[in-house]
């Protein structure tokens, strides 16, 4: 909400170049970039390492919404995300018996923040 002082710019994750240019834009205002690979439903896959890079170049925070590829399959902490999150309802617990939601760091710091 800009009334919070938060502003939202939608962009290709694919076009690193892009990314650059829109948080040079906008002055270093940029503190996180989201993302989500694969994107649901259509399973566009983006780069974790080398947007991570982008971001901590720029002194922004990544997350990085790994529902639909699940920790089995990808592990975006270790490719250099600050903030993961998933969806335990659908494919970590397979029965959607439950609604959790999980957020997971590996920085103890951040982890006090978001508390």
């Known amino acids: ?11 290709d994750f694919g076009d690193l170049n ?11 205002k940029t503190k996180l970039l989201w993302l989500e690979t ?23 925070l990544l997350a990085v919404d790994n529902t639909f590829c699940s920790p089995y399959f990808q592990s975006p902490l270790e490719l250099g995300a600050d903030i ?9 617990n397979g029965h959607s018996d439950v609604v959790m939601g999980v957020v997971c760091v590996n920085d103890e710091e951040l982890y006090k923040k978001l508390r």
């Open 1 to 11: 909400s800009p009334s919070m002082g938060i502003n939202v710019d939608f962009i």
């Open 18 to 28: 892009l990314m650059e240019r829109t948080i040079e834009e906008k002055e270093d």
């Open 38 to 60: 694969p994107t649901n439903p259509t399973l566009k896959i983006t780069d974790v390492r080398a947007v991570s890079e982008l971001a901590h170049r720029h002194e922004c």
């Open 84 to 92: 993961v999150v998933h969806s335990v309802t659908k494919y970590i």
